[in-house]
């Protein structure tokens, strides 16, 4: 399931949404839509970025691949490499350190016994350590897809973990 | 209670929709420019109001306003930095996720008066949520005249579109956030050239930080002169502050500059004091870039005076006996804290941060969160507090852009202030995994300087 090859093709809904992004910029700097269309690409096709979707998405902006990789590599909301369904991202600068995320990691590493980078052998969960996401006033927390999980407690991240199993679930 | 410009309808239910901003007082500030004002008007009333800019380094904005090069037939962008991601700071995610409408109509004035037909929200990518909300406030405006072609008769056009970055602190710097909307990786430029006269895709562009766009808003409906009366000396105007670490009531708190760093601590209007009855050890005023300061030097300045929030009193004593009001980001350690530790992870996240165009801030960041390591861990030699001193000194004013002095700052501050805990933990290679260093004498009544 991970490591499926997804051909990388979007719909036509998604193609418009592509030319979307190319028109807010000028003419002849679509290049701009790079880290736009990068996010949709990544949404789409697995959680992460292979070479063939790069390379996909050079083509829609008429770019050469390497000025897509250049981009790709620098960002760390881009992953290229497989992850799981569910990415859980601790926050564990200053702040948070201070409010206690090193606790929580150590309880989602017991938890989903894994270590940080890596994923559970369902390919439910990733454990990744993440730098500041500017929610240090609720910390600890973490992102987990588009919206952040605040003030969290052992009790809090059993809950989101069999939140996230239970939508798996349903939605296989 | 002190006076709030931008928060003050922040618990309006349905603020978030354009019926309630609307009725409310919203738009006005539009409709006074756009009939009234020229566009130089405009930004003579923002000189006025003494602003400076919310993001982090304070520069005058109608000042940097003036700067914007306008070339006969060469357009001209306003960029909104929201890539806040200085760690401690959170209020710019406040003003978009709660009162969106307050920054369009602070992007619509700014636009009109700068001459943008085009202009970006830069928002950072992990905020993945804030850009829908932040489209429908623009929708709703464009709907109902403030945005798009011939707004409210007077034939200037304007488009706010927002960009999505994708992680990475270093975009918040302007010329890396200009280069990232412009599709490639943030690295910062050399200046100059600057912004205002070639910025995004080599056009005069103008950088504002979120807060610092919707403070336009007040300041038109109240009048530059108004708000320059608001707080203190060049400190004009109100400031939002995000408090964090180890208080009653962390979140964002909108105050004008005249309140003191104990009051806001230990008042219940902002943090509430520290839980547990524990006491203050150290404080990072102005998000993690700017010096730590031992509690005895936060309250009380060296001269003895009550140390104010805003940007004078908190950069009084200069880097060695000071620090600075930076973007508001206020992270309050207990007793209970070590800042050995605090500095590592502060270390590890430049290092992480760090572009890898400027080799002092390349390598150096890299070094620096080894050597911590080390020292935290038990690993560390005395000459290491030093080497860790010697290489901080090395980036500062090395690199292209701030981000080497920002991790040379927290470093040098830590050192500077705390070096006894430093020494105590290489001392100590055992205790020092089982235990914090504690209180020590950072709270206890300064040293009279003496001639």
Redesign the interface.
């Known amino acids: 399931m991970l490591n499926k090859t997804i051909m990388a093709k979007f719909s036509e809904e998604k193609l418009r949404k592509v030319d979307e992004f190319i028109s807010?910029y000028?003419e002849g700097?679509q290049?701009?839509?790079?880290?736009?269309v990068?996010?949709l690409a990544q949404d789409e096709f697995g959680g992460w970025l292979s070479a063939e979707t790069m390379d996909y998405v050079a083509t829609l902006l008429k770019l050469e691949p390497i000025?897509v990789y250049?981009?790709a590599t620098?960002?760390?909301?881009?992953n290229l490499k497989p992850v799981g369904r569910y990415v859980f991202e601790v926050c564990?600068?200053?702040?948070c350190?201070?409010?206690g995320c090193d606790d929580i990691i150590d309880y989602i590493k017991k938890k989903l016994n894994i270590g940080v980078g890596e994923t559970t052998p369902d390919g439910l969960f990733t454990l990744k350590t993440?730098?500041?996401?500017?929610?240090?006033?609720?910390?600890p927390m973490m992102?987990l897809?588009?919206?952040f999980r605040e003030h969290l407690t052992p009790e809090k991240v059993d809950s989101i973990i069999e939140e996230c199993r239970q939508t798996a679930a349903t939605n296989n | 209670m002190a006076r709030k410009l931008l928060l003050d309808k922040a618990n309006v239910p349905g603020i978030l929709g354009y019926e309630v901003y609307r009725r409310e007082g919203g738009y006005a500030s539009v409709e006074k420019a756009l009939k009234t004002m020229t566009p130089d008007q405009v930004t003579e009333e923002v000189k006025k109001s003494g602003l400076r800019g919310r993001g982090g380094a304070g520069f005058p904005t109608g000042l940097k306003w003036s700067f914007l090069a306008k070339p006969e037939g060469v357009p001209r962008h306003l960029v909104c930095n929201a890539d806040e991601s200085e760690p401690g700071t959170f209020k710019d995610r406040y003003l978009m996720e709660f009162l969106p409408h307050l920054l369009v109509e602070g992007l619509i004035v700014s636009s009109y008066a700068l001459g943008s037909k085009v202009t970006y929200i830069y928002i950072r990518g992990e905020y993945a949520w804030i850009p829908d909300i932040l489209e429908t406030a623009i929708a709703e405006a464009k709907a109902n005249g403030w945005l798009g072609k011939n707004i409210l008769g007077t034939g200037f056009d304007c488009e706010i579109y927002v960009h999505t970055g994708a992680g990475a602190y270093i975009c918040g710097e302007e010329t890396a956030l200009l280069e990232s909307l412009e599709g490639k990786r943030g690295n910062p430029r050399i200046k100059p050239p600057f912004p205002a006269v070639k910025g995004v895709w080599d056009r005069p562009t103008v950088v504002n930080n979120v807060e610092t766009l919707a403070a336009i808003v007040p300041i038109m409906n109240i009048g530059g002169e108004e708000y320059a009366k608001i707080g203190v000396g060049k400190s004009t105007g109100t400031k939002l502050i995000s408090a964090c670490g180890n208080i009653n009531k962390p979140g964002v708190y909108e105050i004008d500059m005249t309140i003191s760093v104990e009051e806001f601590i230990y008042s219940d209007e902002y943090c509430g004091g520290i839980p547990n009855g524990k006491r203050l050890k150290a404080c990072i005023p102005g998000g993690s870039s700017v010096p730590i300061l031992p509690a005895n030097l936060l309250l009380k300045t060296v001269k003895g005076e009550k140390r104010l929030m805003n940007y004078e009193s908190l950069s009084d004593g200069g880097f060695p006996k000071g620090s600075m009001m930076g973007s508001g980001g206020f992270i309050v350690l207990d007793e209970d804290q070590c800042v050995v530790r605090n500095t590592l992870t502060l270390a590890r996240f430049y290092r992480h941060e760090s572009c890898g165009q400027c080799s002092p801030c390349r390598e150096g960041t890299g070094w620096m969160e080894k050597i911590l390591r080390n020292i935290e861990t038990g690993k560390g030699k005395k000459s290491d507090i030093d080497l860790l001193w010697d290489i901080q000194r090395k980036i500062e004013g090395n690199t292209i852009c701030p981000l080497g002095d920002a991790a040379a700052w927290p470093i040098a501050a830590a050192i500077r202030h705390f070096r006894d805990e430093f020494e105590w933990h290489v001392e100590n290679p055992q205790e020092c995994l089982v235990r914090n260093y504690g209180l020590a004498h950072y709270a206890d009544p300064l040293e009279v300087a003496t001639a």
């Open positions: 807010r000028p700097k290049k701009s839509a790079i880290i736009p990068l996010h000025e250049e981009v620098f960002y760390s909301m881009f564990q600068t200053g702040p350190m201070v409010r993440v730098e500041c996401l500017g929610a240090c006033g609720y910390a992102q897809g588009k919206y």
